[in-house]
């Protein structure tokens, strides 16, 4: 539990230690009133810290789509198109975290756009791209961000993989893999695992 809400326990026990002597010599109406705008005022919080409680925001639809683009695997494009919703408060930024792969990654855009230097760290072999809005969006309201970025010498083997972490609050999942005419594809399987175990 996060400070802020201990304090504000805190505060709600103060409160009931404060209506005893009220209490003590009102009659029987004010006791009632008191009563139910104190459980009214409780139920607020608890369902304010409910709302709060989850990720600030859910991803609505997650959308890969790898497109390798020659026969030996030198050049591939991966584009992420990430539709969210905010949950609460307001949100000013969102970051794609750990890209990786096997081979050089490069050629990162955001919306179209190259993101600033600020807006691209690296970390050993990751990489994280943030997305800054123009505007906050607000509790409610939707965005959509497209990620992507080229990777080179990524998929030269015959049997390579595709992997994705799935965050909680993601709702839609949509993986697409796309490959050149003189390459063709012999078998394809897909492996959910989720806490490490493989999900039949």
């Given at each position: ?80 198109i ?9 949100v000013?930024e ?107």
């Amino acid at each position: 539990m996060s400070t802020d809400r201990k304090i504000a326990w805190f505060g709600i026990g103060l409160s009931v230690l404060g209506l005893i002597p009220i209490f003590r010599d009102a009659n029987v109406q004010i006791i009632v009133a008191y009563c139910l705008l104190f459980f009214a005022l409780v139920g607020f919080f608890l369902y304010a810290a409910y709302r709060t409680s989850g990720p600030q925001y859910t991803t609505l639809s997650l959308k890969k789509e790898l497109e390798i683009e020659d026969r030996e695997g030198h050049l591939s494009h991966l584009k992420r198109i990430q539709r969210i919703r905010v949950n609460y408060g307001s949100v000013e930024e969102i970051w794609c975290r750990g890209i990786y792969a096997d081979g050089k990654i490069d050629n990162f855009s955001v919306d179209g756009a190259a993101p600033p230097t600020h807006d691209r760290i690296e970390s050993g072999h990751t990489v994280s791209l943030r997305k800054r809005f123009p505007e906050a969006i607000f509790s409610g309201h939707e965005a959509t961000v497209e990620w992507s970025y080229d990777l080179h010498d990524s998929f030269p083997n015959s049997h390579e993989a595709l992997e994705s972490d799935i965050r909680h609050g993601t709702r839609k999942v949509e993986l697409t893999v796309l490959l050149p005419t003189d390459r063709l594809c012999i078998k394809a399987s897909m492996h959910l695992l989720a806490g490490g175990d493989e999900i039949v």
